[in-house]
């Protein structure tokens, strides 16, 4: 199994960017499609970006433009990029992985993925 663990959130200005980290471990990265989630209080999780084996990339359309998501199989890592950060991008940011045969297909739903990890707080101050 693959381990997951997120980092990089913290408190910023509005306008500002972060960059979060997925470490995982267990699994090379290589057979997973991966993805960012985001929970904001009171609300249900939410899609932010996927990207697949090959590293096509998918985003909500409330992310597009500002953020990036990019993988680094050699380090077993998943980068979220934020810039241009809102005070409504202030959520628990969470990664998850899918074990996929297929390359190019990015997964939008939460039931898709297997591994979670444990969540990064990232709060957006107006």
């Known amino acids: 199994q693959v381990q997951l663990v997120e980092s990089g959130g913290e408190l910023v200005q509005a306008g500002g960017s972060l960059r979060l980290y997925c470490q995982a471990s267990?699994?090379?990265?290589?057979?997973?499609?991966m993805g960012w989630f985001r929970q904001a209080p009171g609300k249900e999780r939410e899609f932010v970006s996927a990207?697949?084996?090959?590293?096509?990339?998918y985003y909500t359309d409330s992310v597009k433009g500002r953020f990036t998501i990019s993988r680094d199989n050699a380090k077993n890592t998943v980068y979220l990029q934020m810039n241009s950060l809102k005070p409504e991008d202030t959520a628990v940011y969470y990664c998850a992985a899918k074990l996929t045969y297929y390359s190019g297909s990015v997964y939008r739903t939460r039931d898709k993925y297997g591994y979670w990890g444990q969540g990064t707080q990232v709060t957006v101050s107006s």
């Open positions: 990207i697949s084996r090959s590293s096509l990339t």
């Open positions: 267990g699994r090379t990265i290589s057979s997973y499609a």
